[in-house]
């Protein structure tokens, strides 16, 4: 569908993107699934082409402006690899960055922020624990003021980035119950008290890492602090926008590896006589995965363009992260049925699609929670 919103500048940003994806990363991420990692230069090499870099300014090696556009055009293409765990062991650092750029000290951002913004070092955001992700305003894990340092215990949980993880930002109460009690704070790998355990055994994004956290009586100088004393929710939520945009878009890249990958073996495969292709049954399937596939695009760049004019539509984004993890729920089924048993077959593009709409439809706020914080901001 024609965006009217294009210009040479993003369509040439989302070329670049796109023909990586097809050179560097889609012969390859079959492998990588498999042996449930993928190698560092991706990071790197999606650092140097300014994937990482929206929104920080240039000497922290980001690209000196912003736009929602190429952020999502980013997202959709790499989603497009056909293994979303490559999107995901990036995107864990991707979250890290907002809050880093917006909030950590002057000396912590000139020493590591670069690093993050270009892949050399790895960074994560981690807000979920155990008790709980989607009621961030009740996390309990805790950081006590002591001296020159504030001292942090608890636990946090599904950390994406974090096994490979140098640098980690971590939520953490500082005051009262409720989100007003809520600080950030920079925490580095091998920082006493600091330890973790790799998570494996997952339903999808095999070859992304994730890891629990574990904080018993870790000292961080109190100039780890990011922002604010107790106002760590608000800058958790603004996160969360990006996230969800990101989100939203992954989630139509893998609709659009559906309806092609459907087309393709329609036009290939033949029963009772003739190409399925030719079956009415077949043809509504795909007209229907077509027609989500352009709701999705055209109410994500409706979202896109509400940003730009800062206006951060924080219900719209709700919408379109659930609208779009649900349309793509329906184009993964649809098109598994149209591969019969070749879909649910490792190897097949649409079997790990299958396998990961879940997490797409939790992560970053789960369905439920999105609906929930869309009526809420209608006022109701
Ligand atoms: C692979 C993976 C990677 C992740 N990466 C990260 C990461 O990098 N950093 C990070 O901080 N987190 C990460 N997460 C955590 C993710 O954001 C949470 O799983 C998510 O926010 C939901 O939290 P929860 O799993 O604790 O579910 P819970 O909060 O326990 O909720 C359980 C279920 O109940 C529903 N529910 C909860 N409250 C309500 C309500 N009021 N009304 C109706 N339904 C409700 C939820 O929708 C959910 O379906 C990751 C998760 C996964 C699986």
Redesign the pocket.
Known sequence: MKNPFETEERRAFRETIKRYVEAELKPYVDEWDEAGDFPWRVHEELGAMGYFGFGVSEEFGGLGFDDAFMRAAAAEELARCGATGVW?GVG?RG?SIGPLENFASAEIRERVLEDIVLGRKGS?????EPG????VARMKTTAVRDGDEYIINGS???????VKGDYFVVGARTGGPGLTGISLFFVEKGTPGFSLTPMDK?MG?WC?D?ATLYFDNCRVPAGNLMGEEDRGFIAIMENFNFERLAIAAGALGMMKTCLEESINYAQERETFGKQLIQHQVIRHKIADMSAKVDAIEAYLNQVCWSINESDMPVAEISKLKFSSTKALEFCASEAMQIFGGAGYMRGNPIERIYREVK?FA????????MR?LAVRQMGL
């Open positions: 995901a864990g979250i994560c955001l981690a807000i979920t709980g992700g989607s009621d946090k949980t599904f950390i994406t980035g974090a997952k994004w992304s994730q997490v939790i992560g970053g706020g789960s369905e439920e929670i929930d």
